[in-house]
């Protein structure tokens, strides 16, 4: 079947789109996700803050709902309504956002199957958007995924390119547990190879975007195509570099990476989340703990600095971890000796 | 507009509508609720059972005038901590609600969840729920799903007077009224919020007076009273399912235990639950009613008595006499495949 050129935004479209034609108990909603309820000129006047969700208001009429502001009473219901057969795909706008509706994910779908003894099914899928780079300062910015990385009961999936965007959220939406879906809101436009059929990408199962035997670089969402730069400029100093793409933080494909550093004895871990207690930190321990003896250097982790992330220009591109930031760490780990 | 029961053009809520049958199997709902709940709180105080229950004791009118009303197959409802009542009152076994009290794992939960957790999906049952508030967005959802579906059922969010303050709760009305959903949202006002007075803490005289700030209708009914519950509740069902969409009951009464078991409950007043129970009970009044009637006999109502103190007696035996869970059991049941 045909590939073609779609970008980040349309990959996700054509993903619930074809899911949603394929599945009728998949249901979308969100804020705007239609096109503003009640407003003259409504109907898929948006289509989603972004325009993501365009168009499928008219193709799917009844299955796109638009909400009121209200994120815990409509996380809440997709959280309920996946308890009774329908497959809901609510948008949290802003992952910042959670802070709203918390309860709904950490103490309600997350712990449904575990609590109830294994007697919950609970297909719910949370579209989010994260990541800094738009200027929209601290609190439109954050890059929250460890905090639900970390709540058993949840799945955490970060998209790289339009590919995966496509495959993972097929994936998401067909697999029966709570998934947190984090799309990197300066990517929509980014465009890349994607499959006209449907087709799924499987979680917990890393991608090796680019073979190396210096030094292992794992990236996650958009951070993938930074390192995969630095990866390039490494090659022309003669650092060869391998550049891992989890896909998922939850589960997590550990088994790859450690492989990764059998065979390279760096790492270099580059997460745009927040410093303390962020993926790199619990991949770092992870592999420090299973595979220390394979280690020739210490682990270097590239994430911003320990701040909100700040409005102005300048500031921003500080923030977030850069090429170079990359370059420097793995030239760091491959250059230190005792 | 609040309403009370009167100026539905209901006087005096009619005994009759229930025939015979019902009105058996509706007395041994609330004997079951107050032995079940009597029984705990015997047990519980010789240590025998972990962590914290929340006793119903008192409250046996609401859960059982309202879940009257409901299928198991397609109404659902939310709970709260205080969630045995419900459970009783929507069809969920006994004996593994006592097994799950005693964290064995034969329990409804297999001893994963508790009393806080008690849950059975496969009877619309959504489960207690350790978190004040966490019910109603729940049932937005599985009202939601009702209407999509287009069977009738309806979702029922049980709360507290303490839970009727919180923000999810809120929402929950008023997406349940911009989306007109099959809710019924049933404040049970027992007087307090732990030890804290609903008349301190609830800013409206009445928490019914509330609705009309979400669009809906809001009642308030003798939670003392079965027949009452029965009605205003019947309303109210009948409505949503008829799509006329959410209404707010607000049943005045309260429990005879503490908020939790081991409360010294210093905050009533001397003699508050003695004199109620002396004058206002329901199992009581429920006996006054149709024995004066003439619709059933002491005799009828003192073998349900009888044949629901050995059902008691025979779910502690057996919860004693169960395993608890084994300790691979910790592991499973996180997500569906594992």
Redo the contacts between chains.
Sequence with gaps: MAIRKLSYREAINEALAQEMERDPSV?VMGEDNAGGAGAPGEDDAWGGVLGVTKGLYDKFP??V?D??I?E???????????????R?VAELMFIDFAGVCL??IM??AA???????????TPVVIRTMYGAGLRAAAQHSQAFYPVFTHL??L?VVLPSSPYEAKGLLIQSIR???PVIFCEHKAMYDVTGDVPEESYTIPFGEANVVREGDDVTIVALGRMVSFAQQAAEELESSGVSAEVIDPRTVSPLDLDTILESVQNTGRLVVVDEASPRCNLATDISAQVVSEAFGDLKAPIKMVSPPHVPVPFAEPLEDLYIPSVQDIVNAAKTVTEWSK | MTQTLSSLGADAPDASVLNETQLLDVYRTMRSIRAFEDRVHDEFATGDIPGFVHLYAGEEASATGVCAHLDPDRD?I?STHRGHGHCIAKGVDIKPMMAEIFGKST????????SM?I????KGM??A???VG?G???????A???K??GDGGV?VAFFGDGASNQ??TL??M??AS??NLPAIFVAENNGYAEATSSTWSVAADNIADRAAGFGMPGVIVDGFDFFAVYEAAGEAIKRARQGGGPTLLEVKFTRYYGHFEGDQQKYRGPNEVANIKESQDCLKRFRARVVETGRLTDAQLDQVDAQVATLIDEAVAEAKAAPVPSPEDLL?????KY
């Design positions: 249901i009844g299955r709902l909400t009121p209200t815990s009473a409509f996380v809440g219901a997709a959280v309920g309504a996946a308890t009774r057969g329908l809901p309860d709904q103490n309600q712990k449904f199957r575990y609590m109830f003894g294994g007697k919950a099914v058993p009961g799945k697999d029966n547990d | 659902t939310a329990g409804s939960c297999r001893g994963k969840g508790g957790h849950a059975d999906l496969s959504l489960g729920n350790g978190i966490g109603p967005p729940l049932i937005c959802g599985t939601l799903a009702a999509i579906k979702g923000g999810t929402e929950a008023n997406l911009v989306w499973t049941d996180v997500y569906v």
